[in-house]
């Protein structure tokens, strides 16, 4: 499993010119699962993402507050081109857990981390090669 984390202060996935999912201050996460992933990496994922310390304090001390500490929310978006392998000039996604195997993958995951975390504040998408899509067109400006 890997995963691409941003710190927002806004984020958006647009989808045809339509929003789909958007966010204020928090974290974007895009989540690509391989093949070999389990449960045991779900579960070490939504720790790290939901414990990750990338905000400030109330004092402006750096990287000292995670996304729960400070309440924000959190846009995850499956993102099966993290799993990538280059061979030569042509992209391989063998690696890449298929669809039908991922969709039930990325919901436990979102799952998990609504367990954890409070529900009301994970925001999702979905991307399976979707034509027009563009990917979480975000505000990253230092919080």
């Known amino acids: 499993m890997k995963a691409v984390v941003q710190r927002v202060t806004r984020a958006s996935v647009t989808v045809g010119g339509e929003q789909v999912s958007a966010i204020g201050r928090g974290l974007c996460v895009l989540l690509g699962i391989s093949l070999e992933d389990s449960q045991k990496e779900l579960e070490h994922m939504v720790r790290k993402i939901l414990n990750l310390r990338v905000f400030e304090d109330e004092s402006g001390k750096h990287w000292s507050?995670?996304?729960?500490?400070?309440?924000?929310?959190?846009?995850?978006?499956?993102?099966?081109?993290?799993?990538?392998?280059?061979?030569?000039?042509?992209?391989?996604?063998?690696?890449?857990?298929?669809?039908?195997?991922?969709?039930?993958?990325?919901?436990?995951?979102?799952?998990?981390?609504?367990?954890?975390?409070?529900?009301e504040l994970i925001k999702v998408c979905i991307i399976v090669l979707l034509p027009n899509f563009s990917a979480c067109a975000f505000n990253s400006a230092l919080l």
Do not use: I, W
Request: one cysteine or more; glycine letters at 4%.
């Open 65 to 119: 507050k995670s996304v729960m500490d400070k309440q924000y929310e959190v846009l995850c978006v499956s993102q099966f081109t993290l799993q990538c392998v280059l061979k030569g000039n042509k992209p391989d996604f063998h690696l890449a857990m298929p669809t039908e195997q991922a969709e039930g993958f990325y919901n436990s995951f979102l799952e998990q981390l609504r367990k954890t975390y409070q529900p």
